[in-house]
Structures are given as structure tokens and as C-alpha cells.
């Protein structure tokens, strides 16, 4: 329900939410260890909701989302939307004390859905092309996998074992190329599972004490 912030509530929700912006700016625009910042930010939306509520970590995420998307154009905009939608989540299911488990297998699962959605809206505006340059990334990924495998596993001894498995991985390897809305959405959810577990314990280590 929309409501009066109060001045603690703008003071405290504003800084958070400038604090995100430079962090997410770093992520963008530092060429090495910029991954750190962008993992930092979701802990700040969490503190938000630990220490002010979810309508004022609302307001923060919209105007972090807002300047952001000013500066640096939409294509950033679904990724902050991401991280801060993230800090809220973590947020209010520490407040409801939703066991850490859950939490993470909700917190993955809902994170690759809205990676895998966001893919699919990307190839939805921009076409078939784009679809048939994100297939052949995988192809050529696993084509140089392959490859490695089989230069590396003859000088471990492991040459024999290499060559049983390997028609087995090049037949799950077309078999994924084939359904490759599946490959998607695990390759996403392995991807954000390891994310999540580290969001979850710098928030739980930063958010000591938030509450007052």
C-alpha cells in the first residue's frame, strides 16, 4: 500500500540505493574484478528490508533502477533489476526465517527463470539470427572441450576411458543442441546456484545487526 516515507526511510533508501549504482557502474566499467561489486549489491537492498521495510527497498530499488538505467542505457536495466529484486527476495524471507535451504534452491531456481527469460526475450527481438549465433557459441564450446578432453586424458593415462565416453558425450551434446530451451534453463540455474549461495552468506554476514 503506498504510504509516506519517512525522512529516516528516504535518507537511509536513497543512500543504499546510490551506493548500488556505484557498485553496479564499477561492474560495468571495470575491466577486472568488477563480478565482486555486482555481488555486493544485493546485500544492500537486504539491510534495506531488514532495517526499513519492503516499501521503502521498493522505492530504493526503483530509483537505483532509474538512475542506472539513465546512465548507462537499457540493456543494464534487467540485470540491476536482477541483483536488487534479489536483495529484496533474500530480504524478506529472512525476516519470515525460511530455512537457509529453501531459500537457496527459490532463490536459484527463480534467478534462472529470469535469466532464461530474458534470453528468450532477447531472441524474440532480436530474431533467428541471434539464435543461430548463441547455438553455434555452444556447438563451438563443446567442439573445443572435446578437443582438450582428448589431447589431455592420453597424457593421465585416461586415454581408453576417453574414448568409451565420448560418443555418449557427443550424442548428450546434440541431444542439447536439439533441446536447447533445457540447456538453457540448467545451464542458468547451475550458473546462479554457486551465486546465490555467495549472495547468501555476504548478506547474512553484512546483515548482522541490521535490524533496530
Given amino acids: 500500500m503506498l504510504r509516506k ?6 535518507a537511509e533508501g536513497a543512500l543504499l540505493a546510490d551506493i548500488a549504482v556505484v557498485f553496479q557502474l564499477l561492474f560495468i566499467y571495470l575491466p577486472v574484478g568488477g563480478a565482486f561489486f555486482s555481488l ?27 538512475i542506472v538505467g539513465v546512465i548507462t542505457g537499457f540493456h543494464s536495466v534487467l540485470l540491476t533489476l536482477l541483483e536488487c529484486g534479489s536483495g ?14 529453501p531459500l537457496i534452491l527459490i532463490g536459484t531456481t527463480g534467478s534462472a527463470f529470469f535469466l ?4 528468450l526475450l532477447t531472441i524474440l527481438l532480436l530474431g533467428q539470427p541471434f539464435l543461430d549465433t ?3 557459441g555452444i556447438r563451438d564450446g563443446y567442439v573445443g572441450a572435446f578437443s582438450v578432453l582428448g589431447f589431455i586424458t592420453p597424457q593421465l593415462g585416461l586415454g581408453n576411458w576417453w574414448h568409451s565416453v565420448y560418443p555418449v558425450a557427443r550424442h548428450l551434446a546434440d541431444l542439447s543442441l536439439n533441446y536447447w530451451l533445457v540447456l538453457l534453463y540448467v545451464g542458468n540455474w547451475i550458473f546462479a546456484c554457486p551465486v546465490v ?4 552468506y555476504i548478506t547474512t554476514f553484512l546483515s548482522n545487526g541490521s535490524y533496530v
Avoid: D, K, N
Fill in 134 to 136: 548463441l547455438l553455434q
Fill in 40 to 66: 555486493l549489491i544485493p546485500p544492500l537492498f537486504t539491510i534495506l528490508v531488514l532495517r526499513r521495510g519492503f516499501y521503502a527497498a521498493i522505492m530504493g530499488v526503483c530509483v537505483a533502477i532509474f
Fill in 197 to 200: 549461495i555467495i549472495v547468501y
Fill in 116 to 119: 532464461s527469460s530474458t534470453t
Fill in 88 to 101: 529484496i527476495f533474500l530480504g524478506v524471507t529472512m525476516r519470515l526465517r525460511l530455512h537457509y535451504i
Fill in 5 to 10: 516515507l519517512s525522512a529516516i526511510e528516504i
